[in-house]
């Protein structure tokens, strides 16, 4: 059985940090992806790493303050959030993708259950 677990969100000044974690069981897949959704608004891209840990894409918005990250010896997949904005406040969730690299939700075949990031200014 497939399961993502995120961890690692919460309340954090503008201009701070957070590092979320994801813990998947069950199998290995292709790409593992970050994506987040405020409130009122559809879910959307945020970054995503290959299995290997050698190719990771990232929307325009967090290049340069987020980084994704997966350790081969432990399964976690993190995403570094540094620099955030009010507007990065939302419910991040973990997902898994059979195939590479996508940035289609739709393209995702396990989700994580999501935590919340709130970032005031």
């Known amino acids: 059985q497939v399961q993502l677990v995120e961890s690692g969100g919460g309340l954090v000044q503008a201009g701070g940090s957070l590092r979320l974690s994801c813990a998947a069981s069950g199998r290995t897949f292709s790409t593992y992806g970050w994506f987040r959704q405020a409130p009122g608004k559809e879910r959307e891209f945020v970054a995503a790493?290959?299995?290997?840990?050698?190719?990771?894409y990232y929307v325009d918005s967090v290049k340069g303050r987020f980084t994704i990250s997966r350790d081969n010896a432990k399964n976690p997949v993190y995403l570094q959030m540094n620099s955030l904005k009010p507007e990065d406040t939302a419910v991040y969730y973990c997902a898994a993708s059979r195939l590479p690299l996508m940035t289609s939700r739709h393209a995702y075949d396990y989700w994580g259950q999501g935590t919340q990031v709130t970032v005031s200014s």
């Open positions: 790493i290959s299995w290997s840990g050698g190719s990771t």
